[in-house]
T-cell receptor
Framework: NAGVTQTPKFQVLKTGQSMTLQCAQD?????MSWYRQDPGMGLRLIHYSVGAGITDQGEVPNGYNVSRSTTEDFPLRLLSAAPSQTSVYFCASSQGGLMNTEAFFGQGTRLTVV | SQQGEEDPQALSIQEGENATMNCSYKTSINNLQWYRQNSGRGLVHLILIRSNEREKHSGRLRVTLDTSKKSSSLLITASRAADTASYFC?????????FGRGTSLIVHP
């Protein structure tokens, strides 16, 4: 059971380039979310999804797009990377329901935009 | 915003001592969770306490919740060097946790 898998682990982009951060979970969880973590800022919610075909914005959505075509996958797209998007990105999933709100996290993608 | 605010931001103790971290929040919640993050890695769930619970234990962890004061505390008893990590609370009304800046705990051997 792999849990939440993020790829790549490290990435360097040039300003203006686009890329997709991949996130996949094999636990059949309905809820998935993306966070970014900057030094001293904790984790900030970028986008989240409550099921296939349903996404919504979090605290810091600008510059990022998401889609959820399957239960398993929740990719995060940077359309035109900016140095301000240099950060560590975490994907998480949870089953939902009052008895099952524990979130499982991937190991992160460390992104540098130069 | 539902996110919690952890206090203190940093805590340094000796092995064997107890470590107490606090969390305050502003909105009503269904539950509050505590997570741990080892340096540079993903968060790991430690414990969940529901809004109708006042105290919960898990091994060396003790969590309290006071909904009237909108606050929670995490106590780690008999700390070990391996407990060195950042700790985050996540007060929640939904299934998507949101986080504050965390408490950075250093346990000196």
């Amino acid at each position: 059971n792999a849990g939440v898998t993020q790829t790549p682990k490290f990435q360097v982009l040039k300003t203006g380039q686009s890329m997709t951060l991949q996130c996949a979970q094999d636990m059949n969880h309905e809820y998935m979310s993306w966070y970014r973590q900057d030094p001293g800022m904790g984790l900030r919610l970028i986008h989240y999804s409550v099921g296939a075909g349903i996404t919504d914005q979090g605290e810091v959505p600008n510059g990022y797009n998401v889609s959820r075509s399957t239960t398993e996958d929740f990719p995060l797209r940077l359309l035109s990377a900016a140095p301000s998007q240099t950060s560590v990105y975490f994907c998480a999933s949870s089953q939902g329901g009052l008895m099952n709100t524990e979130a499982f996290f991937g190991q992160g993608t460390r992104l540098t935009v130069v | 915003s539902q996110q919690g605010e952890e206090d203190p931001q940093a805590l340094s103790i000796q092995e064997g001592e107890n470590a107490t971290m606090n969390c305050s929040y502003k909105t009503s919640i269904n539950n509050l969770q505590w997570y741990r993050q080892n340096s540079g890695r993903g968060l790991v769930h430690l414990i969940l306490i529901r809004s109708n619970e006042r105290e919960k234990h898990s091994g060396r962890l003790r969590v309290t919740l006071d909904t009237s004061k909108k606050s929670s505390s995490l106590l780690i008893t008999a700390s070990r060097a391996a407990d060195t990590a950042s700790y985050f609370c996540a007060p929640s009304r939904s299934y998507i946790p949101t986080f504050g800046r965390g408490t950075s705990l250093i346990v000196h051997p």
